[in-house]
């Protein structure tokens, strides 16, 4: 055994007797192979547990130079009692597109985070990056060459940068995929790497992709700016297959239920009568949708994958202003584009972004995120800035946010009018 | 707009040195002080330089970044008043 020295961690000792494997467990194995920071993360989280305060410090000059993110510096505050975790750092490192990896990258990192830190990962946080867990001020620089030297990786976003892009697998493991969302993540992670890397606006900012409305990344619960996408043709239907699922020769949500008896497949029960929209009907055996009406909720595509596909006109809808954050409930985004089509280099979605970007920058008050702005200096004024036409979509309830008001420069005289010439007319 | 970058970088390190003797840590908006003629971004690259040619330097909690100037400040936790995710 290495030469490591364990603490004492009663109550971390009762978190290993639950039925599920316990992170307990894991760090420990690793500091017995000869990490003492790992003995000591427990050791200090035994005293946190103790004391119900964490003992870590947060923030710090850290950095590798001339990158304003992508470390985040960690000390201990009681680094007598836990030497080797004193400094602490974390790594965010882009991961990439979609999270593809051969097993020789994954192998070489974890071989250079040993090396060079306390040999504990964090696959994914939750913006997306790996997450490298643990080294010291004087490792940053030379972790930073490796990664970048030896397997052409980069650090991701933190603080008040642009965060790490991320996207849905798309279409390369999935049919619904509507766009390239590994060719548009990869296309802003370039385009944007001077925001990525050097903090610019007034707090965090994330794009995130999902290649249909299923939305496997929440894009629109978790980013300032959310592009997901969508088909402006019809749902693209196999009447033989649709054929097939009534009469069960085909499994409904691709057999993802199938463990249990749920009785036979009913279209209507079960496709039909569940549709937001009510546009589809059966005509005998033989289904219809009044794509006019549909709204893109993937529902019957999800239960009838072999009869039903989006169409083929395909392309993205825009949204803004999600954020999970500290104060108040969480928000999701608000529709702003319902369709865009996406192609590179994706000129007309940058244009966009430049005059949020440029708003936000100018008026966003310090840790406001972009959902917040909007709501503070409302949805009309963000329409104006960036120069989008109001439409019906945009309104969610029209009694609780009816910002779409006229100016008064778009109405024929303004807002003057003469008070005698309208008393002719109308008695008080 | 038209200032020049140079002329820029000066003003955002005098502005940034004066502040840092009361508050050692600023938000990139309180460098839009520095120039109110200059343009957000036109501010952000010019403090970015300056933070390469180690005039500034940066701090960061994980959640924020603020820009501090070399040997003024105290402690790490003064800055941050509020948690993160
Ligand atoms: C020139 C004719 C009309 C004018 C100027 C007018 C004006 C208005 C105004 C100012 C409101 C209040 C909107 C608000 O702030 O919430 C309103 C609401 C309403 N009006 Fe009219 N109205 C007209 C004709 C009609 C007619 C002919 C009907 C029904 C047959 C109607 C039904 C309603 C209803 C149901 C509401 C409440 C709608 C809501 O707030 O959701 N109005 N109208
Ligand atoms: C038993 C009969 C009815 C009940 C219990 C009822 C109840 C309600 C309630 C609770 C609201 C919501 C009020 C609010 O939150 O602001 C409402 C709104 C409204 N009702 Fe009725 N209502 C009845 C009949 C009718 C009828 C017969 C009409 C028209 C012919 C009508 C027209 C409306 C309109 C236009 C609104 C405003 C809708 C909106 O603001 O979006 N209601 N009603
Ligand atoms: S979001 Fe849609 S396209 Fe992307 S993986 Fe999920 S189901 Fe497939
Ligand atoms: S996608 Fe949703 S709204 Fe559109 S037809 Fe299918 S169930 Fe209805």
Redesign the interface.
Known sequence: MADVKKHDTPMLEELKKGPFPSFVDDIEAKGLKGKQECLDLLGQLELSYKHKETHW???????V??Y??G???R?SDVPDMFPSIAHFH?LRVNQPASKFYTTAFLRKLCDLWDNRGSGMTNFHGSTGDMVLLGTKTDQLEPTFYDLTHQMGADLGG????LRTPSCCVGKARCEWSCLDTQAICYHLTQEYQ?ELH???????FKFKISGCPNDCVAAIARCDCSIIGTWRDRIRIDQKAVRAYIHGELKPNAGAHADRNWGKFDIQKEVIDLCPAQCMWLEGETLHIDDSECVRCMHCINVMPEALRPGVDTGATILVGAK?P?LEGAQLSTLVIPFMKMEPPYDEFKDFVDKVW?WW??E????ERLGELIQRKSLQEFLRVTELKPIPQMVKEPRSNPYVFWSADEVPGGWDRDIKEFRKRHAA | MAVNKEELKQKILEYATKKAKHKSKM???DLYKADPSAK??EI?NAA?EL??EGKL?????????MY?VPGYGKG??E??E????
């Not at chain 1, 410090?57 to 950095?63: A, E, M, N, Q, T």
């Not at chain 1, 966003?364 to 840790?367: H, L, M, W």
């Not at chain 2, 330097?57 to 970044?65: K, W």
């Open positions: 410090k947060h923030g710090g000059i850290v950095g130079f001339g304003g993110g470390v985040i510096g000390y974390t933190s603080g008040s940068n001077d050097r903090p610019a606006f007034p707090y965090k999970a500290i440029e920058m100018e966003g008050k310090n840790r | 938000y990139i908006k957000p971004r952000k970015n933070v390469r330097e940066f701090f960061s909690s994980g959640s924020t970044v501090g790490v936790e800055a941050f509020e948690g993160e995710e």
